[in-house]
């Protein structure tokens, strides 16, 4: 099975180097690298030219925007599993033989998620669940995140496009939020996504819990806000998303770590903005 990795960048450069480098280390030869370059000057060229890889990589361009990215790259995927590394992700050794394996194997499952660590057994990027099962609405808040997913094609030709609404460099302030978009419509269609615990992609942790954190943070939480509105999340439920982040706040106060109050105060008003301008957006 053919493997299509749709890497959508900017800014980044050693970055790049080290995803390349786990890519030579998968021995796995099965697989295009899509690379959709959002910088303004070639600093990628050099990497791309020199990498000496045994599989093919197809540089394009697009404007600045993740999720307007992936799509540029999904019109050009050819491959019978399709994922989105991110471009500070690495995978480890192994990892897309294995994937290929647990797919072929399983002709029901349609698709595979798992959860990011941080090249030392810590989680990072989020919380996730620890246990396997279908991904569905309810669950896939804490079951994947975009370097964690791979799709059969198919799955990605019926659900089509991100919504270049959401994800880092949206035109609009929703930060966030464009992969569980999608896997909630791919769930919403019926296809079977299974989320692995042991289906591991590593990915930096940075939490330094300064002001740059603080507005990720906020914008990330406007664009779960986002996705919670347009996927007509209950009251509860959402209640619920904005309430956890205020028990970390007052957690934080308590063992008297103000800035890491600052910055789940920053995700729950966040999510809080986020259902709030979908609801006066709505006719």
Known sequence: MKISLILA???????IKILVRSLIQQDYGNLELIVVDQ????????????????????????EVGLSRARNVGLAFASGDIIAFPDDDCWYPDGLLKWIVSELQSQPSVD???GRSEDGHIRSSGGTFSRH???VDIRNVWQKGVSYTIFLRSAVCAAVGSFDEELGVGARSRFGSGEETDYLIRTAKLGFNIQYL???IVFH???RLYDRNH?????RYGMGMGRVLSKHRYTFTHNF???LRPLGGALLSLLSLRPRKAAYHLAIARGRLCGLLWSFRQAP
């Open 204 to 206: 930096p942790n940075s």
């Open 111 to 113: 698709g595979l998620t």
């Open 9 to 15: 960048t900017k800014g980044r450069v050693d970055e």
């Open 240 to 242: 619920c998303t904005i």
């Open 132 to 134: 396997k099962g279908r």
């Open 39 to 62: 910088n303004g000057d070639d600093r990628l060229a050099p990497i791309l030219k020199e990498s000496n890889l045994a599989f093919p990589i197809l540089h394009l361009r697009s």
């Open 197 to 199: 615990p042991n289906l």
């Open 214 to 218: 603080r507005d990720k943070a906020f």
